[in-house]
């Protein structure tokens, strides 16, 4: 079983946890049995306008978060910030793909910010967080051609 607060704290590198699906002359059963919400504070989703839209970069020095494609399907590529005020513009990025089809979820712990990208249209990313909205200043976003990729 998946513990966040395992992996949150003890691992600093992303982690795919895996869902699954089941189907039989009921419907589809999709699931993920190894996460847990224990750390979790609020959820909310995002739905990128169309499939060209990239949501780039936003990331947290302190707080973790859960991404789950919920309907379609995200491209979701991550860069370990080396310096929040200056970050290297060449720093290499990790590339991620979630499908609703199995609920994966994709951990990304603290130091980490993102770029999103719907892959089908109408797709709908899940995203926990393990910190109450405002509690501490935590959210740094820089330009979308910040970083070379």
Same mark, same amino acid.
């Given at each position: 079983?998946?513990?966040? +607060?395992?992996?949150?704290?003890e691992?600093?590198?992303? #982690? ?7 189907q039989d002359?009921? %419907? ?9 919400? #224990?750390?979790?504070?609020? !959820?909310?989703?995002i739905?990128n306008? @169309?499939? #060209?839209?990239i949501?780039?970069?936003?990331? &947290? ?5 859960? !991404?789950t494609?919920?309907?379609? %399907? !995200?491209?979701i ?9 200056h $970050?290297?513009? %060449? ?5 991620? &793909?979630?499908?609703?089809? #199995? ?8 130091g980490?910010?993102?770029? =999103?990208?719907a =892959? ?11 910190? @109450?909205? %405002? +509690?501490? $200043? @935590?959210?740094?976003?820089f330009?979308?051609d910040? !970083?070379?990729?």
């Amino acid at each position: 079983m998946y513990s966040s +607060t395992h992996n949150g704290s003890e691992s600093r590198q992303p #982690t795919v946890i895996k869902g699954g699906r089941f189907q039989d002359q009921r %419907g589809i059963l999709r699931y993920n049995n190894n996460f847990t919400l #224990t750390d979790v504070r609020r !959820f909310y989703t995002i739905q990128n306008a @169309d499939t #060209t839209l990239i949501r780039a970069w936003q990331g &947290h020095r302190i707080e973790q978060r859960w !991404f789950t494609a919920i309907a379609g %399907g !995200f491209t979701i590529k991550l860069i370990q910030v080396d310096n929040w005020d200056h $970050p290297s513009a %060449g720093l290499p990025s990790q590339i991620y &793909h979630l499908q609703a089809d #199995t609920l994966d979820v994709l951990h990304v712990p603290p130091g980490y910010v993102s770029s =999103i990208q719907a =892959i089908e249209d109408h797709s709908i990313l899940l995203v926990f967080a393990d910190h @109450d909205l %405002g +509690t501490q $200043p @935590d959210n740094y976003r820089f330009p979308s051609d910040y !970083f070379y990729q």
